[in-house]
């Protein structure tokens, strides 16, 4: 087994216990869960609209913001991510989160890099040569979508509804929720 599809196998697993260790060390305060708050809103915003432009297993994604960066949905997470570590107001617990994110979906990104190129070939190729990875900067040259049953690579509320990007605004409204009962626990118990 690669060491990439090990990090793979392993991402769900060791995000529980990331988790559980995220929320045993978090010591949020009713600014950190709003500032927190905002920042996760801006990533399910990028999640969001990525999903509407994303045909998972059938085309290449090159439109909307898969246009600045091959991988918006993990730059959403990215955010997500980011607005937590704001939430749980404390370093020890940022450190955890940000270690777990740039560990494991580094690898995913690079293996679902491999996974397009052997789909989709020299059209992810040329694709993957004029987009970057992760960090979004504006296209250079207009991508126009190739066979995208989008229409003309607009974005689709169907579609966003078919990747059932929902359930990341279900669990971020969860997670928050977990952080303020986390906040109630420490303020009634002083841990």
């Known amino acids: 087994m690669s060491q990439r599809k090990f990090w793979m196998r392993w ?11 995220y929320w045993l060390l978090a010591r949020p305060t009713p600014h950190s869960i709003v500032y927190g708050a905002i920042l996760t809103a801006f990533g399910l915003l990028v999640r969001g609209i990525a999903s509407g432009h994303l045909r998972k297993d059938r085309e290449l994604a090159v439109t909307g913001p898969y246009a600045c960066t091959r991988n918006p949905l993990y730059l959403g997470s990215a955010l997500l991510a980011a607005g937590f570590i704001v939430a749980g107001h404390s370093w020890i617990a940022g450190l955890l989160v940000g270690a777990y994110f740039g ?7 690079r293996n679902e890099e ?41 974005f689709s ?21 977990i952080m303020w009962l986390r906040m109630w626990l420490r303020a009634r118990t002083g841990y």
């Open 103 to 109: 560990v494991f979906y580094y690898a995913v990104m």
């Open 11 to 21: 991402r769900v697993r060791a995000g529980y216990l990331a988790g559980v260790l």
């Open 157 to 177: 509320s169907a579609q966003y509804m078919r990747n059932r990007e929902y359930k990341a605004l279900i669990g971020t409204a969860v997670g928050l929720g």
């Open 114 to 154: 491999e996974d397009l190129l052997a789909r989709f070939g020299a059209a992810f190729a040329e694709y993957a040569a004029r987009v970057p990875l992760f960090f979004p900067r504006a296209p250079k040259v207009p991508v126009e979508p190739t066979g995208s049953a989008l229409e003309g690579g607009k």
